[in-house]
């Protein structure tokens, strides 16, 4: 009888311990190492196009300089992200993109809650959770983050309003 | 019996014309205004130059900026809300922008989509003038793969994104962002947010300035909450703010000083209560006329009429000097040519004013002529009868007076004299030669310089950067006009790339002419040509896909993007401004300058508007100071006119004595620039529209002392109103409005010269009782 109790108990306050997700316990979890390297693949799904646009590259990271995104496949294209470059973006939409991705990639949460309310889980060491914007400017292009980690990032997917969704996979090669 | 009934009657009428005059004024409704700008020169220039200033300065004349600012964010917010909300409930208020709305957004954003082929923004422009496909293609791709992207749903409606998403493509930028809808101010320590409110009207209305400056007062009062301002509005209420103020305090001020030198000299409470009868009548009158004639009333005029009742008093005044030694049958036919000379030169020199192109100033005349015609009126008509009973009393005073003065060693005309003249206007002419003008705009600043740096903070920190120059493109044709635009717009390009000319504003940007809208598809059309099967295989998309693209290009490239569909839309009302709707067959559009260099920038768009009669480069504060700068030297003109008319006149009647009066405020006319020059660093429009004030006056002392050959109760009389002028223009000196002040010092000097003139003029032989 008491066991059943210690089992529902349980069940009932642990899940509802770690469902109290936050950007503080995020940051407690998550780590941003100085320099960071690896491969993504990206996929745009397309709902007009009814398929996928897949491409490959790599990434790599220096904290508090730079974050460098090379597309290798099928076209060539890289990007630069500084936190200046950034602020000096003059289109407003491109300028929080970045800003926003930069955070994720990078694990700022201080400056992803300035957007974002959080939901999500955590449990043991990875978590998935889902941001939502709560800025109509934001929301009308991008209706939910969702992302999975450890203790670094995995998986990133932007969900855009009509349906498009983009889904970003990171695989680190550690320095 | 009989001259006296009619008499009576002219009274009773004139009683009953006053009482008509006020019911009428009262009907009206009357507005008091307290524009600066109803002080400006009507311009002598086109409809369509007047018409776009207007436009431009709307901007700035309807809106008001608020920045609310506070330690705690939520508390901001929360104020933000509540004065929006209260603002928009206002009925003086046409729109309040404090936030973005998601639906409002989306739709601003895509707008201009169905127009994509047709308006293209300068670089897309540029890289499909150099037929440049190939690198338009591999961005295209390099924007649909890129990690930036989003929104690429119009893959197949505008596979080579041509409509930039940031949609309208030169709005300015401004230093603020949407934060959970609001909109907050960045680069500022403390969370700032932004309130832009435009009103239904000009912002001049006292009641408006009142209830729109209360509510945001109510809202922020008893928190930590600071608020900054800008806006018209602002400077009109302070500055109608100064002018009630000033009106109290000068007129309340010179009408005690008045009052207690009357009860001195009269020592009697009824001649103070008589003085006050034509003054009150003739500031009433004035007042109902005005509005009758201008509806609306300028508070400088109000201001400017306290001191009309230091002029209007002299009629009285003579009046009840001189009844104290002549009877009530006497009085009238000795001193009514001496009055009437003396409104008849009163007139004329306060409606000359009448002539100037200042809408203020002719309001100004207005007031001063129908205010001295009823103080005439009332002392002609209604004094006989009232000082009916009152018996011959020398007044004990004005012989002391007048012995006194006659004491004093007189002008004689002897070698010594003359050779001290001619020094004199040696010294005179050396010292006006030096004579600068100034015709700064600034002279009709009123604002207090705290809002005035309030007004800057809030500009900065939003970077709001804007000026009143621009470039007026004018054509038969809005089509003409954006074409003719088109093609200036690379040579400002030029202008900018020198650092002549910083950013400017043109509607062909967003709105392009048709024939360049033509210009585009044909690019386009190029571009679909030669890249759209290339783009897709790249893709790996089938071709069932790439149709479906071309259809769309197909059934949308014809549509083109109007003037009339524009206006339509929802981001035509930030653009709408520099579109000056037709007039008497001409249209026009507005290049707007952020600014540019004064020197050179200036005399590049001179010349550019130089080479072609349908560009016109608008500089209103330099249109301003050139207009003030020809109407000073006209106005001189018009002084040496007035001398040689009254001059004219008067030889008529005191044939060779005619200089003993002209001369007195001539002579002080020149001095009092002499002291200008020195104490004002400088000459402007109002000192020398004053000028006419003392020749007014001055010609009334002249005349009243030549009618009774200078008998000691005129000369009492008009040394009585000569100080009662200075009290009530002497205290114009210390008003904050630039212009009473300049008034107030000229008008100071000038008749406490001409004092001076009459009294070494006065004749010592005469010295005994009565006239």
């Known amino acids: 009888m008491s066991r059943t109790f210690l089992i529902i108990a349980l069940l009932y306050s642990f899940p509802a311990y770690s469902s109290e997700i936050s950007f503080e316990r995020l940051v407690a979890i998550t780590e941003t190492p100085a320099h960071l390297k690896g491969n993504f693949t990206q996929e745009k799904y397309l709902k007009i196009l009814e398929t996928g646009l897949v491409s490959k590259g790599v990434f790599s990271y220096k904290k508090g300089e730079y974050l460098n995104w090379e597309t290798l496949d099928p076209i060539y294209n890289k990007l630069s992200l500084t936190p200046t470059n950034i602020s000096n973006e003059q289109d407003a939409v491109s300028s929080v993109l970045s800003e926003i991705l930069f955070s994720v990639l990078t694990a700022q949460w201080g400056s992803l809650s300035k957007y974002f309310d959080l939901s999500g889980r955590i449990e043991d060491q990875t978590w998935a959770v889902v941001l939502l914007p709560v800025d109509v400017a934001i929301a009308g292009i991008i209706t939910k983050v969702e992302l999975v980690g450890d203790v670094l990032l995995r998986k990133i997917v932007l969900h855009e309003k009509d349906g498009d969704y983009t889904t970003i996979e990171l695989a680190y090669q550690y320095q | ?771």
Not at chain 2, 55 to 61: K, L, V
Request: charged fraction near 20%; glycine fraction near 6%.
């Open chain 2, 1 to 771: 019996m009989i001259k006296q009934k009619s008499q009576l009657l002219l009274a009773v009428v004139w009683l009953f014309t006053i009482v008509i005059l006020l019911i009428l004024a009262a009907e009206k409704n009357a507005k008091f205004s307290s524009s600066i700008f109803a002080l400006l020169p009507e311009s002598d220039q086109s409809a369509l130059i007047r018409q776009s200033s207007k436009q431009i300065s709307n901007d700035f004349s309807r809106r008001l900026i608020l920045m609310l600012s506070g330690p705690d964010e939520t508390v901001v917010r929360d104020a933000i809300e509540k004065l929006a909300r209260e603002l928009s409930a206002m009925t003086d208020v046409a729109e309040v922008f404090w936030r973005v709305e998601k639906e409002k957004a989306i739709r601003a954003r895509n707008e201009l989509f169905p127009y994509r082929f047709a308006v293209l923004d300068s670089k897309a422009r540029q890289k499909l003038q150099k037929a440049e496909y190939g690198e338009v293609s591999e961005q295209a791709l390099g924007r649909i793969y890129s990690l930036l992207s989003i929104g690429q749903s119009a893959i197949l409606d505008d596979p080579f994104g041509l409509y930039s998403l940031s949609g309208s493509t030169s709005a300015p930028n401004l230093n603020f962002e949407v934060s959970k809808s609001l909109l907050k101010v960045t680069g500022v320590d403390q969370p700032t947010y932004l309130v832009v409110l435009e009103l239904v009207d000009e912002p001049y209305d006292l009641a408006v300035q009142d209830r729109v400056l209360g509510t945001i007062e109510d809202v922020t009062a008893g928190s930590d909450i600071t608020i900054e301002r800008s806006g018209m509005l602002l400077h009109a209420a302070a500055g109608a703010r100064q002018a009630s103020t000033e009106i109290s305090t000068i007129g309340l001020g010179s009408l005690i000083g008045i009052a207690m030198l009357i009860l001195f000299v009269f020592r009697r409470i009824t001649t103070l209560g008589l003085l006050l009868i034509p003054v009150s009548v003739g500031y009433i009158s004035a007042v109902a006329i005005s509005i009758l004639v201008f509806r609306e009333v300028h508070l400088v005029t109000l201001a400017f009429g306290a001191g009309l009742i230091g002029v209007s008093i002299d009629y009285a005044l003579h009046f009840l000097c001189e009844r104290r030694v002549l009877t009530n049958s006497q009085i009238l036919p000795r001193i009514l040519p001496g009055l009437t000379l003396g409104l008849f030169s009163s007139v004329m020199a306060y409606g000359a004013q009448a002539l100037a192109p200042f809408p203020g100033l002719r309001q100004m005349a207005v007031f001063s002529v129908s205010g001295l015609i009823a103080a005439w009126l009332t002392v002609v008509l209604w004094f006989p009868w009232l000082t009916r009973k009152q018996t011959i009393q020398a007044l004990p005073l004005a012989e002391k007076f007048n012995a006194l003065c006659r004491r004093l060693p007189a002008l004689r005309f002897n070698r010594f004299s003359l050779v001290m003249s001619i020094l004199l206007l040696v010294i005179v002419a050396i010292l006006l030669a030096s004579v600068t003008g100034i015709d700064d705009v600034r002279l009709l600043q009123t604002s207090p310089k705290s809002l005035v740096a309030e007004e800057q903070k809030v500009r900065a920190t939003l970077g709001i950067k804007s000026s009143s120059q621009y470039l007026l493109v004018k054509s038969n044709t809005l089509e003409n006009s954006l074409q003719k635009e088109e093609r200036i717009i690379p040579l400002l390009e030029a202008l900018k790339q020198e650092g002549l000319v910083a950013d400017f504003q043109a509607i062909s940007n967003v709105l392009p002419s048709l024939s360049r809208q033509e210009e585009n598809l044909k690019m386009v059309s190029a571009l679909y040509d030669s890249q759209l099967i290339n783009l897709y295989a790249k893709l790996n998309l089938t071709d069932a896909k790439r149709d479906e693209s071309l259809t769309s290009f197909d059934r949308e490239k014809n549509r083109r993007l109007t003037p009339e569909r524009f206006q339509q839309l929802e981001i035509s009302n930030q653009w709408v401004n520099l579109i000056v709707p037709p007039e008497q067959g001409e249209v026009a559009t507005i290049l707007r300058f952020s600014g540019l260099n004064e020197g050179e920038g200036s005399a590049a768009l001179l010349s550019l508007s130089d080479s072609d009669p349908d560009l016109i480069f608008v500089d209103q504060t330099r249109n301003i100071t050139a207009l003030l700068g020809k109407y000073r030297l006209e106005i001189i003109n018009w002084i040496a006119m007035a001398y040689l008319v009254v001059f004219v006149v008067l030889v008529f009647r005191y044939r060779n004595r005619v200089w003993r009066i002209v001369l007195p405020p001539a002579a002080a006319s020149i001095l009092t620039l002499v002291l200008l020059v020195q104490f004002e660093q400088g000459i402007n429009l109002f000192h020398l529209m004053a000028l006419i004030l003392v020749l007014g006056i001055g010609l009334d002392m002249g005349i009243f002392l030549a009618e009774t050959d200078g008998s000691s109760h005129t000369w009492m009389a008009v040394s009585m109103s000569c100080v009662t002028s200075l009290l009530a223009f002497g205290l114009l000196t210390l008003s904050k409005t630039p212009i009473l002040h300049h008034f107030g010092i000229t008008v100071l000097c000038g008749l406490g010269l001409v004092w001076i003139f009459e009294l070494i003029l006065l004749d010592r032989g005469r010295n005994e009782v009565g006239i």
